[in-house]
């Protein structure tokens, strides 16, 4: 495959490689290393819609950023993105969270790059049910879920965030500080459940146990987690017609990721308000 190298006219910082099919964005920022005493923080599913908003405001806060994604060139040209956009600059790196090998690496180049990891977003997530607005019609029934489809949305949505939690938290523990802020959905709220997206909502819901658990037993250790419902967004997954776009729904993320030491703590949020589980 031909192959050829070339700085960005538009951001120096950046080497274009480009392959005959594609284009890889190979960052090469100034040489100042970030302050070891400044916030790092790590964004899973961060190189586009939400994740990727979220990774802009924590920049703009001072915060040094992470940013995980499953394919390592689309958080190559998300931080490019960012860059060319708004200058700021964050750090791409391969993070899959359904492989505990992944998560490992992610997390050794964040600590070894950066000192530590302040912040945890856990924002990768699928929607794999048969759509994203019928209530329990035809294949979106819970009595046509599929075992497959249930398996692989819990896989990534639930489990990849309590890994990357196992992964992450005990060292926030050790150092007594951490936030923990997991993206979940009014999807998965028990107080008003009703029919319909039975993939989705369970893993949400099951999410929503899993910060419940961590906040229980990390009560006293200044290591705050807490779940946000972000809303029903202009994303690729949420579509064209939604409400919201990804800057409304990543400020309370944002805003529970900068909390203080007397933050809450095992809570379940919606646009900084508290929302029934």
Not at 169 to 185: A, F, I, L
Not at 204 to 217: C, D, H, P, Y
Not at 224 to 245: E, H, Q
């Amino acid at each position: 495959m031909r192959k050829t190298i070339k700085r960005s006219r538009y951001a120096p910082h950046f080497l274009i490689v480009s392959y005959q099919r594609a284009t890889i964005y190979r960052i090469k920022y100034p040489t100042e290393r970030p302050e070891f005493h400044s916030k790092t923080a790590l964004v899973t599913g961060g190189n586009r819609g939400l994740g990727l908003e979220v990774c802009r405001l924590l920049a703009k806060n001072g915060v040094t950023v992470v940013l995980g994604s499953r394919n390592r060139a689309d958080g190559e040209e998300a931080a490019h993105r960012l860059w060319t956009e708004d200058r700021v600059k964050v750090f791409p790196c391969r993070l899959d969270v359904r492989r505990p090998v992944s998560i490992t690496a992610a997390t050794n180049f964040a600590i070894r790059r950066f000192g530590h990891i302040d912040i945890l977003i856990n924002n990768a997530g699928v929607f794999l049910d048969a759509s994203p607005t019928d209530e329990g019609i035809g294949p979106n029934s819970i009595f046509a879920a599929k075992t497959e489809t249930l398996l692989r949305t819990f896989e990534t949505n639930t489990l990849g965030a309590l890994r990357v939690c196992q992964a992450v938290v005990p060292k926030m523990r050790e150092r007594g500080y951490g936030r923990v802020v997991n993206v979940s959905s009014g999807d998965g709220r028990l107080a008003d459940m009703a029919g319909g997206r039975p993939a989705y909502r369970i893993s949400k819901a099951a999410l929503n146990a899993v910060t419940r658990i961590f906040a229980g037993e990390l009560r006293g250790t200044n290591v705050l987690i807490n779940s946000v419902c972000p809303g029903w967004m202009r994303t690729r997954m949420g579509g064209p017609n939604a409400r919201r776009s990804p800057a409304e729904g990543a400020d309370t993320v944002v805003w529970l990721a900068l909390s203080p030491d007397n933050g809450p703590q095992g809570c379940f949020f919606r646009d900084r308000q508290l929302t029934p589980w």
